[in-house]
């Protein structure tokens, strides 16, 4: 005798259930990193996309897994703030949770200072190192004023974290192919003090959080025991960059102004 079709039920609803189309999960918050070398990863010596040296060990691929986000990695090694302004802006819109910005270094030059500075005798890097400090005071600001507005414009409800530049030295010479005077030295981090208070008085006039490198830097620069920051390397586009403990670093700091 046949049993009741009513028994036949439940299997027939576990069919149904299991060919019904799985929910999808919402994506992440939309994280956009924006930026230069030092936000791109420049220094951790392993890259995904070797034209903007945008690495998995960048302080952007670890903060967007810390904060649940979907990333959009637009920095770029080697971009200049009109690089930004022009190429890097197009995913920021309304919905836009989070956006790092690190720029302004390779509009002043920062890198080809550095080299000069780490040539041998008899040159020397202090006419370099007052034309990079010019150029912070007289016309970064107003490059940093187009930029944070676009952002702010573009993304209106967005956490935006504004990120500094460390000091590189501690005064020692620990490299033998690259002579940078201690006196050399102190004048670069004065030149990055200079810079650092710029980039942050501009964040904080556009109502931006700004993350200063510096304090969590000290002990960490170059020849220091545990270096953040390359010395001169090879290649030599991986010098005076964050290494991956370095990045890590950031990581931490960046994480905290955008949660706050």
Same mark, same amino acid.
């Given at each position: ?8 039920? $439940?299997?027939?609803?576990?069919? *149904?259930?299991?060919?019904? +189309?799985?929910?999808?999960?919402? @994506? !992440? ?8 070398? /030092? ?16 690495? %998995? /060990? @960048? &302080? $952007? ?24 302004? %022009? ?5 920021? %819109?309304?919905?836009?949770? &989070?956006?790092?910005?690190?720029? !302004?270094?390779?509009? *002043? ?12 005798? +008899? &040159?020397?890097?202090?006419?370099? *190192? ?7 005071? %007289? ?8 930029l944070y507005?676009? #952002? ?5 409800? @967005?956490?935006? @974290?504004?990120?500094? /530049?460390?000091?590189?030295?501690n005064g020692? =010479? ?7 005077? +201690?006196? =050399? ?13 710029? *980039? ?24 220091d025991d545990?270096?953040?920051?390359? !010395? ?9 960059? $964050? ?5 890590? !670093?950031?990581?931490? #700091? ?7």
């Amino acid at each position: 005798m046949p049993p009741p079709r009513r028994a036949a039920l $439940p299997l027939l609803a576990a069919l *149904i259930l299991l060919l019904l +189309p799985t929910p999808a999960h919402a @994506a !992440g918050p939309g994280y956009t990193a924006l930026g230069d070398s /030092y936000a791109s990863g420049t220094g951790t010596r392993e890259y995904f996309d070797t034209g903007c040296q945008r690495s %998995n /060990y @960048a &302080y $952007p691929v670890l903060d967007a897994a810390r904060l649940g986000a979907t990333l959009t990695f637009a920095a770029c090694a080697g971009a200049k703030i009109p690089d930004v302004l %022009n190429g890097q802006l197009g995913s920021l %819109n309304a919905q836009t949770r &989070y956006v790092t910005v690190s720029a !302004g270094g390779n509009d *002043i030059g920062w890198s080809s200072v550095i080299v000069q500075c780490a040539k041998p005798w +008899p &040159y020397t890097c202090w006419g370099d *190192i007052d034309k990079a400090e010019t150029y912070i005071r %007289n016309t970064l600001p107003g490059k940093l004023d187009e930029l944070y507005n676009r #952002i702010r414009a573009l993304a209106p409800g @967005a956490t935006v @974290a504004v990120v500094g /530049y460390p000091r590189l030295f501690n005064g020692e =010479e620990c490299n033998a192919i690259a002579r940078i005077s +201690p006196g =050399e030295q102190a004048e670069l981090n004065a030149a990055a003090d200079l810079l650092a208070t710029t *980039i942050g008085g501009r964040a904080a006039a556009h109502g931006f959080g700004f993350v200063d490198a510096r304090g969590p830097f000290t002990g960490h620069a170059v020849c220091d025991d545990v270096e953040w920051l390359n !010395g001169t390397s090879w290649p030599t586009g991986e010098s005076y960059h $964050p290494n991956r403990t370095g990045h890590t !670093g950031y990581a931490a #700091i960046v994480e905290a102004a955008l949660r706050a």
